[in-house]
């Protein structure tokens, strides 16, 4: 039994070495010439202006977590996609449902000023 998980075995431990292999190699023969200029933070174009443990916005968390919501929508309307023949009017109905309350929750949030940028 434990035989046909072989070569998943061997494949794990030939992509790790392989991976090890290529770090240690990047590691020691690639070009070892730092600066100052290039040991710098690099922030924006411009050199940093605050200290690094600085707080973010909270605007910037709610845009990301916005952007994760409307973005994985794709994920529930692709396989509707696939299977809608075999689905119907009552698919066709549901996908309509969901996207409705989709873009009512957009509406929402355009007009609570969520997506504002100052």
């Not at 940093?48 to 916005?57: G, I, K, L, S, T």
């Not at 994920?75 to 009552?90: I, K, T, Y």
Request: proline share 5%; aromatic share 16%.
């Amino acid at each position: 039994m434990l035989s046909q998980y072989l070569p998943i075995l061997l494949f794990l431990i030939v992509a790790t070495g392989i991976g090890i292999a290529l770090i240690i190699v990047g590691n020691v023969l690639g070009p070892k010439r730092p600066s100052s200029e290039k040991l710098s933070p690099y922030e924006c174009g411009f050199g940093a202006f605050e200290n690094a443990r600085m707080p973010f916005d909270v605007r910037y968390y709610l845009v990301a977590i916005l952007f994760i919501v409307f973005d994985l929508e794709i994920a529930f309307v692709f396989p509707w996609a696939v299977v809608f023949r075999e689905l119907g009017v009552f698919g066709l109905i549901e996908m309509g449902v969901f996207l409705t309350l989709l873009v009512i929750g957009f509406v929402y949030v355009w007009k609570r000023g969520a997506l504002e940028w100052e």
